[in-house]
């Protein structure tokens, strides 16, 4: 085939490897892209009112496993004697 461009890239290549180079050169890396890489990560959002919602959210979580714990501990305790 023969080339009809002027900056006489694809002189001397057949149809199919012209084209080959064509997607070669024209292809993206789906990886690298900003929609990609966004997947996998976080932003971060430094708003007060979002940070105290965060940490109250932890301590409320956190309270309840302490309560759920603190509970529990009694019957430990007694177990714990029992078994020593």
Request: glycine share 8%; net charge positive.
């Amino acid at each position: 085939m023969p080339c009809i461009c002027y900056n006489k890239t694809f002189t001397g290549l057949t149809e199919e490897q012209i084209i080959a180079q064509l997607i070669q050169n024209t292809s993206i890396n789906t990886r690298n892209t900003t929609m990609a890489l966004s997947k996998l990560g976080c932003r971060r959002d430094d708003r007060p009112f979002c940070v105290i919602t965060g940490y109250v959210a932890i301590g409320v979580f956190g309270g309840m496993l302490l309560l759920l714990i603190l509970s529990d501990l009694p019957k430990l305790i007694r177990d714990f004697r029992f078994y020593f």
